[in-house]
Every structure is written in structure tokens, then in C-alpha cells.
């Protein structure tokens, strides 16, 4: 038996003329936390898709919980939680009952599934409204409540699609919570995010992709550190930042960019420097696709 929850060999897949996925590698050992990071459209749902079964992919491999994404479908599907895609929820039922529902579907006792819907619940803030039909939801109860489905049941790989998209930020906590929670009991997590600060707080390792391949993956602090240096930070009068210059961090390249700013920085620039941020690292990983866009 392997220990990484998820293996993937060169997978590739296109829509139509479109390679969406050219040659994807990434290991992910089992209950850890993977963010995978991208820009709009880099393929980050499709590679969830086809890591759930739900898509299949035109070449390479890929196994989840030992088991490969093509040939054992079945037993892939009862190794992972899919975020709202398993989960159908019936408008007309209050979160309690479809919580509860899930459970009895999912082969819990009657009470087991009480207690699990009352434990996600109040995990999920939803307690006060847990008899109100789901019909007349707000978009982020209704986001919470399909969060809390697809966690009725422990299953030992959780995907999940931008799970903190469109949450206060107290829901976005306590989620964080428990992902930490599902982690620390050997659950491995396989997430999306829009949010550099998600991965950062929460993440063992951090993949990013762009034109269809893993073009980093590694620590936060193994990530902010590929960009070496220091990154000097220009300010207007209003303090809001102009101009972000990334330095080797060595004396004779802050001096050169001094020199540079001398003759064009406007009156009242102040610089600071600091750290590189995980937001440095995304961009400069990114840059080039992005570049080819403008
Ligand atoms: N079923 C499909 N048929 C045709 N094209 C598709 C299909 N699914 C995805 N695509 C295309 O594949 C590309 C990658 O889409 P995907 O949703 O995987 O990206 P993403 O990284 O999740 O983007 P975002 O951050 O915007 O959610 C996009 O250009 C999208 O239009």
C-alpha cells in the first residue's frame, strides 16, 4: 500500500482543441493538506473533476486511495467527499432533515445521524436555522450547509472546490478549523482556493498550475523562499503601494534599484522593504501566462 493518498502521472485532457491539462505530476501523502492554486481557468476543477471520477481523463494516470481514477471508479468514489456534487440537496426539506437524510443514505443508524447533524450544525453556524426549509436560504447558508453534507460522512480523501468562496468571515474560520481537524485525524485534503492567506494558514504543501502543468509545489515557506531576496515596496503620498520591485536582497541590487528610483520615483515616494509574500511568488510563477494574455 502506498502512503501518498493521491498519485498523478502526466495527466492530460482536452476540451475539444483545448489541452486544459498537459502532463500534470503531483504526489500528495496521505493526511496532508494540498491547496492548489492557479489563475481563472488554469484547470484546477477539471483536475477535481477527473481526481472524483466525475471526468475522465485522454492520457497519463492518476490513483485516489490506491486506486486508479479510470479502472476502479467504484471504489474511488468510496474513498473520497466530494463537495457539493455528491450532495443533492431537496429545497423543500430544512438543513436538519437533508443532514439527516444524508446520513440514513449514507448507512448510519437513525441516531448517529441525528448526532452527526447537530455536530455539523453547530460546527457550521446553522443551528439557529436548522428547522427553516432550505428554500429560503441565502447564498452563504446554503454554502455552509453543503459543506456540512459533504462531511456526514469521514471518508479518508475530501476534495474540495473553493470551499471558502462567498463565506463571512467567520464561517471561512471555522471551516478552516475543521479541515485542520479532519487533517490532524489522518484525513488527507485536497482543496482549491482563490485566497493566497487560505493557503498560506492552511496548507502542508501548495501546487500551483499554469498552461496545464504543476509549475511549483513545495511549503509555504519553501514557495515564499524560491523567490529569494527581498521585494522593495514603493508608496504614494496616500500610502497606498505604487510599485513592487523584486530584489536578489544583496546590498549591490538595492543599491541599483535605488540609483534607478533617484531619477524616477515621483515627489513624496517613500520605499520600504520586506519579505516576499506568497501573493510574489503566485505572480512570478504565473507571470508568463499571464503576460502572453495581455
Ligand atoms: N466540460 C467542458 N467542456 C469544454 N470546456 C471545458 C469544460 N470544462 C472546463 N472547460 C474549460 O477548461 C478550462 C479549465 O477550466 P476549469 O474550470 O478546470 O478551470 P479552473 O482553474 O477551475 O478555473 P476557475 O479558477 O475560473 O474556477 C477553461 O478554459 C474551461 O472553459
Not at 467504484?74 to 431537496?90: H, M, P, R
Not at 426539506?93 to 447533524?117: C, H, P, T, V, Y
Amino acid at each position: 500500500m502506498s502512503s501518498y493518498a493521491i498519485e498523478i502521472s502526466a495527466l492530460q485532457k482536452k476540451f475539444g482543441q483545448q489541452t486544459v491539462l498537459n502532463g500534470v505530476d503531483l504526489k500528495v501523502p496521505e493526511g496532508k493538506i494540498v491547496a492548489l492554486l492557479g489563475p481563472n481557468g488554469a484547470g484546477k476543477t477539471t483536475l477535481i473533476n477527473i481526481l472524483s471520477t466525475l471526468v475522465a481523463p485522454d492520457g497519463g494516470s492518476a490513483k485516489v486511495a490506491g486506486y486508479d481514477v479510470v479502472r476502479d471508479k467504484e471504489k474511488v468514489k468510496l474513498s473520497i467527499s466530494l463537495t457539493g456534487q455528491f450532495a443533492a440537496v431537496d429545497e423543500s426539506l430544512s438543513s436538519e432533515e437533508n443532514l439527516r437524510m444524508m446520513g440514513r443514505l449514507s448507512g448510519l443508524s437513525r441516531m448517529a445521524a441525528r448526532a452527526r447533524a447537530s455536530e455539523l450544525l453547530e460546527y457550521f453556524n446553522l443551528t439557529e436555522v436548522a428547522r427553516k426549509r432550505v428554500k429560503t436560504f441565502s447564498g452563504g447558508m446554503r454554502r455552509r450547509l453543503d459543506l456540512a453534507l459533504s462531511l456526514v460522512v469521514r471518508r479518508p480523501i475530501l476534495f474540495l472546490d473553493e470551499p471558502t468562496t462567498g463565506l463571512d468571515t467567520r464561517s471561512r474560520r471555522a471551516l478552516w478549523d475543521i479541515i485542520l481537524d479532519l487533517s490532524a485525524d489522518g484525513v488527507t485534503v485536497f482543496l482549491t482556493t482563490q485566497y493566497l492567506e487560505e493557503a498560506d494558514q492552511l496548507a502542508d504543501t501548495i501546487a500551483v498550475i499554469s498552461d496545464g502543468r504543476i509549475v511549483a509545489h513545495g511549503t509555504p515557506v519553501e514557495m515564499k523562499s524560491r523567490i529569494g531576496g527581498e521585494v522593495v515596496e514603493l508608496r504614494n503620498t496616500h500610502d497606498d503601494v505604487i510599485r513592487e520591485i523584486p530584489t536578489g536582497g544583496s546590498i549591490a541590487d538595492l543599491k541599483e534599484i535605488l540609483d534607478g528610483l533617484v531619477q524616477t520615483a515621483g515627489e513624496g515616494t517613500r520605499i520600504s522593504i520586506r519579505r516576499p509574500s506568497l501573493d510574489d511568488v503566485f505572480l512570478a510563477l504565473t507571470a508568463t501566462e499571464k503576460e502572453a494574455a495581455l
